[in-house]
């Protein structure tokens, strides 16, 4: 079993339906990313978490240390949007990446 | 402008012919990491380093090394490239691992 699960690995959406991403993970945490990877390539990094929830225009994040779930959200979808979202945690020094989630808006 | 850069962006070398890839960043960060992406396996992290002079192994270090003598650099070394190692490769650095990473845009090696 992965130490990192994500959920759906695959999801399509119409265009401003709202878009939920699931992590849920099996080790201890000091904090847990969001990154984004666009059909480009580049890598950019959307959130990190250690307790509660963060928003940043449309995107928010939030995370469950008791449960060891984490969920991206996305609020009015747009297919600039798509992309593969990857959650990423971190314990001692290492960062553990899950698969991604790959996300299909369309218009 | 901060950043975190790679160079060669793209490499198309033949089986044990030893290349360097480098990545470089100014934002003064403590910790830096190499990362190869593959198809259906995600991301996986090769090596980190917390600090100058202070590296060690991630989940699959097999057949690379690196080496940390300046904050700012972490060059990612193939002494004896194979195709297995057929990749995209991203750096990344941060202050530390639990702080946003920011990544170089990816090389792109095809070992023939």
């Known amino acids: 079993k992965n130490e990192v699960e994500q959920s759906p690995q695959n999801l399509t959406a119409q265009e401003g339906e709202f878009i939920t991403i699931n992590c849920s993970y099996s080790?201890?945490?000091?904090?847990l990313h969001w990154l984004q990877q666009h059909p480009g390539g580049g890598i950019v990094s959307l959130f990190m978490?250690?307790?509660g929830k963060k928003k940043h225009g449309r995107l928010i994040a939030t995370i469950n240390i008791q449960e060891k779930h984490s969920s991206l959200h996305i609020t009015a979808s747009h297919p600039r949007d798509s992309a593969v979202y990857i959650c990423?945690?971190?314990?001692?020094?290492?960062?553990?990446f899950g698969k991604g989630t790959k996300l299909t808006v369309n218009p | 402008e901060a950043q975190v850069t790679q160079n060669p962006r793209y490499l198309i070398t033949v089986t044990g012919k030893k290349l360097t890839v480098t990545c470089s960043q100014n934002?003064?960060?403590?910790?830096m990491s190499w990362y190869r992406q593959d198809p259906g396996l995600g991301l996986r992290q090769i090596y980190y380093?917390?600090?100058?002079?202070?590296?060690d192994k991630g989940d699959v270090p097999e057949g690379y090394k690196v080496s940390r003598k300046e904050k700012r650099n972490f060059p990612l070394i193939l002494e004896s490239p194979s195709p297995n190692q057929t990749s995209l490769y991203f750096c990344?650095?941060?202050?530390?691992?639990?702080?946003?990473?920011?990544f170089g845009p990816g090389t792109r090696l095809t070992v023939t």
């Open positions: 978490l250690s307790s």
């Open positions: 080790v201890g945490i000091s904090a």
């Open positions: 380093s917390m600090n100058v002079e202070v590296t």
């Open positions: 990423v945690v971190s314990g001692s020094e290492k960062l553990v």
């Open positions: 990344a650095s941060s202050f530390a691992q639990t702080y946003e990473q920011y």
């Open positions: 934002m003064n960060h403590e910790y």
